[in-house]
């Protein structure tokens, strides 16, 4: 059995000492992993739970991916309706490549309606917009020409380096809908319950 860890990037452990040291210590005791949770904004409604600081989960593993050398990165879970598929593809093979294949994809739809709001993206929308995310980042991480056609996305004759170093980023897709597991089954190579006791 693997264990990993999640490592706060917000609430009371915020700090970049905090996220450094658990890092390290996680590597150093034998873990398999260590996990980041990604939120844009933080809404007033959860400051509590959450704090009112969130370090970018993008960012957390390319600082994480310079300082470990063997414990594998994931997000839990990136929240792929936030950001341009094309772009993402790219941070995230740019990461891949710069920890030496260590990257996990924890990808879900997402669940605060406000956040979407602020970032000008279709609430109703993120299930549709993160299938197509997938497939976006796949044919860009897979295809030496890559070309695709889809009802947000689409692009041919280009290039798209760096590759991930591993064939495809594993991709876990979080949550426990019926719609997250049908992703799950199309797109993953794991699932990632949240929240989940063990008889569950």
């Known amino acids: 059995m693997d264990i990993g860890i999640n490592i706060a990037n917000h609430r009371d452990l915020l ?7 658990t890092a390290r210590l996680a590597e150093d005791l034998g873990f398999d992993s260590v996990w980041i949770p990604d ?3 933080v809404p007033r ?12 989960a993008i960012a957390v593993l390319g600082y994480l991916a310079g300082i470990t050398s063997r414990v594998r990165l994931g ?3 990136l929240v792929l ?6 772009v993402l593809a790219k941070e995230l093979a740019s990461i891949d490549q710069l920890s030496e294949g260590r990257l996990i994809l ?4 997402g669940w605060a309606e406000v956040e979407f709001r602020v970032l000008g993206q279709s609430f109703a929308e993120r299930g549709r917009c993160t299938d197509e995310a997938l497939r ?4 860009l991480w897979t295809q030496d020409d890559p070309v695709y056609s889809g009802p947000y996305v689409s692009f041919a004759e280009i290039v798209f380096q760096p590759k991930p170093v591993q064939p495809c980023v594993p991709i876990w897709v979080g949550g426990q809908s019926r719609a997250a597991l049908r992703r799950t089954a199309q797109f993953a190579t794991g699932w990632h319950p949240i929240d989940q006791p063990p008889a569950a």
């Open 136 to 139: 976006v980042m796949q044919t």
């Open 39 to 41: 939120h844009t904004i």
């Open 75 to 77: 997000t839990t879970v």
């Open 15 to 21: 700090s970049r000492r905090y996220i450094h040291e």
């Open 45 to 56: 409604a959860v400051e509590e739970r959450y704090g009112p600081v969130y370090y970018d």
């Open 106 to 109: 924890g990808a879900g739809v």
């Open 81 to 86: 309706p936030y950001r341009h598929p094309v």
